[in-house]
């Protein structure tokens, strides 16, 4: 199994709104590194959702379905979209400000490229925002 981290803005599409669709296509993306991480993905992969440009956090936890198809938005281009559903909101949302300030989540692509749509995640990083999740915003990393 492998991890991932997409990126929406709740206005757009967030959490409940995939919650809400139960599954939902992942489309849009136009982006050559982040249209390759989608083609990367698997069935039963896990997927954290993160609340970009309103919240700033990791605020679910998604599972891919469907993998890799062309992107059927794309009018021109060789696009990619997967099938994602909701798997659970998180306990607390893990903000971005707490992901900066722990050590071990330093490599994480939200931290080191915040503007890439969909990004790979180790199984280290997974499992420790996942305590974050499980501890709220108050409680020290």
């Known amino acids: 199994m492998n991890y991932w981290l997409v990126k929406s803005e709740p206005s757009e599409f967030g959490f409940a709104a995939l919650q809400a669709a139960g599954r939902s296509v992942w489309d849009g993306v136009r982006n050559y590194q982040a249209r390759n991480n989608l083609r990367a993905m698997k069935t039963g992969d896990r997927v954290l959702f993160y609340h970009?440009?309103?919240?700033?956090?990791?605020?679910?936890?998604?599972?891919?379905v469907g993998e890799a198809y062309p992107?059927?938005?794309?009018?021109?281009?060789?696009?990619?979209?997967?099938?994602?559903?909701?798997?659970?909101?998180?306990?607390?949302?893990?903000p971005l400000t707490r992901i900066k300030q722990h050590p071990a989540l330093q490599n994480l692509g939200l931290v080191r490229n915040g503007r890439l749509s969909v990004?790979?995640?180790s199984?280290?990083?997974?499992?420790?925002?996942?305590?974050?999740?499980?501890?709220?915003?108050?409680t020290a990393a």
């Open 52 to 64: 970009s440009r309103e919240g700033l956090a990791i605020v679910g936890l998604a599972e891919v």
């Open 71 to 94: 992107d059927p938005t794309a009018a021109t281009g060789d696009w990619s979209a997967v099938d994602l559903v909701a798997r659970q909101p998180l306990p607390y949302p893990v």
């Open 119 to 121: 990004m790979p995640v």
């Open 123 to 138: 199984a280290e990083e997974f499992s420790i925002i996942m305590e974050l999740a499980q501890q709220g915003e108050d």
